[in-house]
C-alpha cells in the first residue's frame, strides 16, 4: 500500500512569487492535514479536511489556502511568499478524523525555500 | 489554550542505556497524546498512541509511554536505546472525541546515540 505522496519534494521560490503543494493521501483515507515545520517554530497546523470540506483552520494568514479535492488529493497555495515561509510542509492523510483506532501518516513532506 | 512541551531539546544516551523523554501538556478535558519520531529528511512516524484505558501505552520499535493525569505527563521510555533510535521525537496532543488532524506538537527532543 503505497504511502502519503506530496510534491514537489523541494522547491525554491522568490520573495512576492505564489507556490502550489500537493497531497495525495493513501488509497481510501478521506482525511487530509497540513503542518509547516520550522526551526524556530516547530510543527503548526495549517489546515484539516474531510471529505472537500475544511474542517479546521491554524492561525495562519489568509496568504495560506488549501482545499481538497473528490478523491480526496489535497493541495495547499501560499501566495505573495515571504522569507518566513521558508519551511518544511508535511501532509497527513487518515482514514476519517475520529476514532481511536484511527491513525495519521505523514508523508515526507515539501521542502520550501524562499529567496 | 492547549499546549504541550518538551523541556529537554536535546539529550545524549549511551547504546544500551536506557531512555526516557519527557512532555507535558495542558488541555483543559481528556486528551488524546501521541509520540511521534522523525529521521533527517523524513517525515513522522507514530510510535504510540493514548486515548484512554490502560495508562502505560506499548507502541512499535520497543517504546512505551505513560500518562500520568496528576502530572500532566506522557513520558516516553525505551529500556535499551538502540543506535538507529537517533532522530527527533515529538509529543503531540489532540482533542478527545474532535478531530484528530489538528495536532498541537512539541517543540520536539533531539536524541543522539553514544556508541
Known amino acids: 500500500k503505497a504511502g502519503v505522496t506530496q510534491t514537489p519534494r523541494y522547491l525554491i521560490k522568490t520573495r512576492g512569487q505564489q507556490v502550489t503543494l500537493s497531497c495525495s493521501p493513501i488509497?481510501?483515507?478521506?482525511?487530509v492535514s497540513w503542518y509547516q515545520q520550522t526551526p524556530g517554530q516547530g510543527l503548526q497546523f495549517l489546515f484539516e479536511y474531510f471529505s472537500e470540506t475544511q474542517r479546521n483552520k491554524g492561525n495562519f494568514p489568509g496568504r495560506f489556502s488549501g482545499r481538497q479535492f473528490s478523491n480526496s488529493r489535497s493541495e495547499m497555495n501560499v501566495s505573495t511568499l515571504e522569507l518566513g515561509d521558508s519551511a518544511l510542509y508535511l501532509c497527513?492523510?487518515?482514514?476519517?478524523?475520529?476514532?481511536?483506532?484511527?491513525?495519521?501518516?505523514f508523508g515526507p513532506g515539501t521542502r520550501l525555500t524562499v529567496l | 489554550a492547549q499546549s504541550v512541551t518538551q523541556p529537554d531539546i536535546h539529550i545524549t544516551v549511551s547504546e544500551g542505556a536506557s531512555l526516557e523523554l519527557r512532555c507535558n501538556y495542558s488541555y483543559g478535558a481528556t486528551p488524546y497524546l501521541f509520540w511521534y519520531v522523525q529521521s533527517p529528511g523524513q517525515g513522522l512516524q507514530l510510535l504510540l498512541k493514548y486515548f484512554s484505558g490502560d495508562t502505560l501505552v506499548q507502541g512499535i520499535k520497543g517504546f512505551e509511554a505513560e500518562f500520568k493525569r496528576s502530572q500532566s505527563s506522557f513520558n516516553l521510555r525505551k529500556p535499551s536505546v538502540h543506535w538507529s533510535d537517533a532522530a527527533e521525537y515529538f509529543c503531540a496532543v489532540g482533542s478527545y472525541g474532535g478531530s484528530q488532524g489538528n495536532l498541537i506538537f512539541g517543540k520536539g527532543t533531539k536524541l543522539s546515540v553514544k556508541p
Open positions: 488509497s481510501g483515507h478521506r482525511s
Open positions: 497527513a492523510s487518515s482514514l476519517d478524523v475520529t476514532g481511536r483506532n484511527n491513525e495519521q501518516f
